[in-house]
C-alpha cells in the first residue's frame, strides 16, 4: 500500500475511535430531516431567498479562508455551496467541522443566499456528521479514470464522475417512457419464469443452475418470448416485458452475459405492424431523454424520425456487394457467389444461408442511420411466419442503428405443425453439437389450441441506451457490469 495513503487510512480511523471514545460515533446517527435538495435551492432560488434549508449529502470539497470555510455538498440532485463561519457555528462547532474530511456525509441547516460572486449557496448556522468516510475519495490523488476500477466500483465513479450519474439518470427515464408508451398503447406489463425447466434448442447457450429441493437442473432463461405468447395465447391481446436475460457467451463492447430485453406482442397485426410501432417508440423515448429525436453517436448524427429505411435482406445485398439472390441457381452456386466476396462460407451452407453471410459481414456494418431490414431466410428464422408466395422467407425484420442490430420482429408463426417441425429440426442440430436441448412441448400445446395472428419484437434496452447516452461500451450502461475477478 501506497505510504501516504496509508497514512490517511490510519489518520481518518483515528478520528472516528475518537468520536466514538466520546460516545459521538457518526455511525449512531438514524436520519437527518432533509427539506430540499441542492438542485431544488438552485432552480426555486428566487422563493427560497433567506429562507431557512436544510441539506444533506457527501462533502466533495472544502477550502479554508480562516475563519470560515467553504465547502461543496454534493447530494443526488447535484452540488451546493456550503458558507461555514466561526462566528456562527461557535469555536466549537466549527473546530469540529474543520477536522471533517473529503467524503464524510453531513447534515447542514442554514440560509439560502448568493455570494458576492454570485454563487447560490446555504449560509450555515448549524451542521452534523451524519456518516464518516474512512477512505478518500480517488480524486484526491490521480481521479478515477481507469476503466476497469470505474466498472468495479461503481459506487466511486458514480460520486467523482457527474457524467456517469447522468447516464444512468437517462437509463431511469428511457426505461420509465418505454412502460409509459407501451401503456398508452394498451400493452399490459406482465412478469413470466427466470427459470427454465430445458434448453429449447435456441442459438443461444444457457447458464445452467439447480433446484435443490425439487433435485432438477434449470437453466436462466435466454429470452422472454414463449412464455409472452402462451399470455396471447390465453386472452391478452398486448402484453410486454423488460426483463434481465442470461447468455454463458462472449462479451464485448455490444455484449454482456446479463442483458436487459424489452418484448411485446400484439394479437391480429403482423410484422408491419411491429415496424410502425418501434419506429413510434423510439423517437418517443429520444424527445423524452434527450429533447429531439436526432442524437450524437461516436461522432456520428443518428436521426430516429419515423419513417425509417425499409428494405428486404435480398435488396440490402443486391444494394451493397451487388450480389443477386435471385440469380443463384442452387446452393452450390450461393456459396461460390458468396466465397467470390472473401466471406466465410460454411461446405453445406444453403441458399438462404449464404444470403445471410453476405449480409452480416458486408451489409450491416453500414447501416448507420436507422433501417428496417425485412423478410429473413426460413433456415434462420424458427418462430416466424413464412412469407406468402415464398416460402423460403419469413416475415421477420430486423432493425439496425449505427451497424448494429438493435432489434427482432416477426410476424408470429402460429401454426402449430410447421412449429414443431422447426423445433425438431432445431433440438436435431443442438444435439449434434452436443447440447440435450428438448422441443418445448408445452408451448407447442399452446399453439394447438390456437394462437391469433400476432406481431411480435424484442429490443436490447442496454443499446438503446448507449444511444441515448453516446456510449460506446455497454459496460458504460450497466452499473454493474460483469468482471473478471480483480486478481
Known amino acids: 500500500m501506497d505510504q501516504d495513503f496509508g497514512e490517511l487510512l490510519r489518520i481518518r480511523r483515528d478520528k472516528l475511535s475518537a468520536l466514538t471514545a466520546e460516545g459521538r460515533s457518526p455511525y449512531l446517527v438514524t436520519k437527518y430531516d432533509q427539506t430540499h435538495h441542492a438542485a431544488e435551492i438552485k432552480d426555486g432560488f428566487d422563493g427560497l431567498e433567506g429562507q431557512t434549508v436544510r441539506v444533506c449529502g457527501r462533502q466533495m470539497s472544502k477550502r479554508d479562508m480562516g475563519k470560515a470555510f467553504f465547502s461543496d455538498l454534493q447530494d443526488t440532485s447535484g452540488r451546493i455551496q456550503l458558507y461555514v463561519k466561526v462566528d456562527d457555528l461557535g469555536e466549537e462547532m466549527f473546530g469540529e467541522f474543520k477536522k471533517w474530511d473529503i467524503g464524510d456525509i453531513l447534515g447542514a441547516e442554514g440560509t439560502a443566499f448568493r455570494t458576492k460572486r454570485g454563487e447560490i449557496s446555504v449560509h450555515v448556522t448549524k451542521i452534523e456528521l451524519l456518516s464518516k468516510s474512512l477512505r478518500p475519495l480517488p480524486e484526491k490523488f490521480h481521479g478515477l479514470t481507469d476503466t476497469e476500477?470505474?466498472?468495479?466500483?461503481?459506487?466511486l465513479d458514480l460520486i467523482v464522475n457527474p457524467g456517469v450519474r447522468d447516464t444512468f439518470l437517462k437509463r431511469s427515464k428511457a426505461i420509465s417512457a418505454i412502460r409509459g408508451f407501451l401503456a398508452d398503447e394498451g400493452f399490459l406489463e406482465v412478469e413470466t419464469p427466470i427459470l427454465h425447466m430445458i434448453d429449447t434448442g435456441a442459438d443461444a447457450r444457457p447458464f445452467k443452475t439447480h433446484h435443490n429441493t425439487l433435485n432438477l437442473p434449470m437453466l436462466l432463461r435466454i429470452e422472454l418470448e414463449l412464455y409472452l405468447k402462451r399470455l396471447v395465447v390465453g386472452g391478452f391481446d398486448r402484453v410486454f416485458e423488460i426483463g434481465r436475460n442470461f447468455r454463458n457467451?462472449?462479451?464485448s463492447v455490444k455484449h454482456n452475459p446479463e442483458f436487459t430485453m424489452c418484448e411485446f406482442y400484439q394479437a391480429y397485426t403482423d410484422y408491419r405492424g411491429m415496424m410502425d410501432?418501434?419506429?413510434r417508440l423510439f423517437y418517443h423515448v429520444a424527445v423524452t431523454v434527450c429533447g429531439s429525436p436526432v442524437l450524437h453517436y461516436q461522432g456520428e448524427e443518428i436521426d430516429l424520425t419515423p419513417p425509417?429505411?425499409?428494405?428486404?435482406?435480398?435488396e440490402a445485398v443486391r444494394e451493397i456487394t451487388g450480389a443477386d439472390y435471385s440469380g443463384w441457381g442452387g446452393?452450390?452456386?450461393a456459396r461460390d457467389a458468396v466465397r467470390a466476396l472473401n466471406v466465410p462460407c460454411g461446405e453445406r451452407f444453403t441458399k438462404g444461408e449464404c444470403l445471410v453471410a453476405l449480409f452480416e459481414e458486408l451489409c450491416e456494418p453500414k447501416l448507420i442511420q436507422p433501417t428496417i431490414v425485412m423478410?429473413?431466410?426460413v433456415e434462420i428464422s424458427p418462430l416466424a411466419k413464412r412469407t406468402p408466395g415464398n416460402p423460403l422467407f419469413t416475415e421477420r425484420f430486423e432493425f439496425f442503428i449505427y451497424g448494429r442490430e438493435a432489434g427482432n420482429a416477426f410476424s408470429e408463426l402460429n401454426d402449430p405443425i410447421d412449429q414443431r417441425k422447426r423445433f425438431e429440426d432445431q433440438v436435431a442440430k443442438r444435439r449434434t453439437q452436443g447440447v440435450d436441448a428438448r422441443v418445448d412441448e408445452d408451448f407447442l400445446t399452446a399453439m394447438e389450441i390456437g394462437m391469433p395472428p400476432t406481431g411480435g419484437l424484442g429490443f436490447g434496452v442496454d443499446r438503446l441506451i448507449m444511444l441515448l447516452t453516446d456510449s460506446p461500451s455497454i459496460r458504460d450502461v450497466l452499473?454493474?457490469?460483469?468482471?473478471?475477478p480483480d486478481a
Do not use: H
Not at 476500477?149 to 459506487?155: E, K
Not at 425509417?308 to 435480398?314: G, N, Q, V
Not at 452499473?479 to 473478471?484: G, Q, R, S, Y
Open 479 to 484: 452499473l454493474f457490469p460483469t468482471m473478471k
Open 149 to 155: 476500477t470505474r466498472y468495479r466500483q461503481r459506487y
Open 331 to 333: 446452393d452450390a452456386e
Open 277 to 279: 410501432l418501434i419506429e
Open 249 to 251: 457467451e462472449g462479451m
Open 308 to 314: 425509417w429505411k425499409r428494405l428486404t435482406m435480398a
Open 375 to 377: 423478410d429473413y431466410p
